[in-house]
């Protein structure tokens, strides 16, 4: 299994890319790098400093999210 650990407060998705297709896309791309097996995201950071539905649509992506308080670096989880 492969891992991805995203801290959305420091490292943004570009503007052009679908949140809906985000963890797809990964995937693909570690499926052309011959990444085998299944591939696991997390997203780490504040939950209150993104936008509205922004939340809703990551979650329903697949990607797993866990919010990181205020002041805390997320690349500390």
């Known amino acids: 299994m492969t891992i ?3 801290d ?4 943004n998705v570009p503007a052009y890319i679908k949140l809906k297709e985000l963890l797809g896309n990964i995937k693909n791309a570690l499926c052309n790098l011959r990444y085998p097996g299944d591939i ?4 780490y950071g504040d939950a209150k400093v993104l936008k509205d539905g ?5 979650a329903l992506s ?3 999210l866990t919010h990181v ?3 805390k670096d ?3 989880k």
């Open 4 to 6: 991805v650990m995203w």
């Open 8 to 11: 959305w407060e420091n490292c």
């Open 40 to 43: 696991v995201m997390w997203g």
């Open 54 to 58: 922004y939340l809703d649509e990551l």
């Open 62 to 64: 697949g990607i797993r």
């Open 69 to 71: 308080p205020p002041g």
């Open 74 to 76: 997320a690349s500390d």
